[in-house]
């Protein structure tokens, strides 16, 4: 069972507007989460992350927000681009994982121009 | 610029056949690890080290096993390769501790026919 999950495989939002991801986890211990964007023919690369003793994070046109009594987090990012095209998948995990990270199963997002 | 770097792009084997996936960092990481990468999935991880000669399992080990004999290189194997490891696969590095970020290579698309 998937303890991270991303239920929209693909978005698709237009030019200067706001793109929503969403992640949902089950396992309470959970964190810290972070947000991770992969361009075709590329290897992931970090974006932003939240500890769970915050409920926002924000950097540059891109923030996260996490509901911990929903399990929920977000990534929003304002405005967006057709640069920002990629899969972002979020990733969770708990101080005593060691170095285990849980992934969602991740969300294409189309920023048409 | 940090680096992980893994040998090939695209391979191509044939069921049964031995694999072995060499991945290459030069930031003097301690830790490595081998996720794969399947569609809706996400990325599972198969294996991780925190020093040399040291591993552990990660949520998928089955049918992989891992070697570290130097601190820079991390490799994958596959014993016996089979069609259901036909897959992208991600290596990974980091420092210290969960909150420090992973540093991903390009992925290697194996192909197991």
């Known amino acids: 069972d998937q303890q991270v999950k991303q239920n929209s495989p693909s978005l698709s939002v237009q030019e200067g507007r706001i793109s929503i991801l969403n992640c949902d986890y089950t396992?309470?211990?959970?964190?810290?989460f972070l947000w991770y964007k992969k361009y075709p023919a590329e290897g992931p690369t970090f974006l932003i992350s939240?500890?769970?003793?915050?409920d926002k994070n924000e950097d540059g046109r891109f923030t996260v927000f996490l509901n911990k009594s929903a399990k929920h987090l977000s990534l929003h990012i304002v405005p967006s681009q057709p640069g920002d095209s990629a899969v972002y998948f979020c990733?969770?995990?708990?101080?005593?994982?060691?170095?285990?990270?849980?992934f969602g199963g991740g969300t294409r997002l189309m920023v048409k121009p | 610029d940090v680096k992980v770097t893994q040998s090939s792009r695209y391979l191509v084997k044939r069921t049964g056949e031995k694999v072995f996936l060499e991945c290459v960092q030069d930031?003097?990481?301690?830790?490595m690890f081998w996720y794969r990468q399947d569609p809706g999935l996400g990325l599972r991880l198969i294996y991780f080290?925190?020093?040399?000669?040291?591993?552990e399992k990660g949520d998928i080990p089955e049918g992989y096993s891992v070697s570290r004999e130097k601190k820079e290189r991390f490799s994958l194997i596959l014993e016996s390769a089979s069609t259901n490891q036909t897959s992208m696969y991600l290596c990974?590095?980091?420092?210290?501790?969960?909150?420090?970020?992973?540093?991903f290579g390009s992925g290697t698309q194996l192909s197991v026919l």
């Open positions: 990974a590095s980091r420092m210290g501790g969960p909150e420090e970020k992973l540093f």
């Open positions: 396992n309470s211990m959970f964190d810290y």
């Open positions: 939240i500890s769970s003793i915050k």
């Open positions: 990733a969770a995990t708990f101080n005593n994982a060691g170095n285990m990270l849980t």
């Open positions: 930031m003097d990481h301690e830790n």
């Open positions: 080290s925190y020093d040399v000669k040291m591993k």
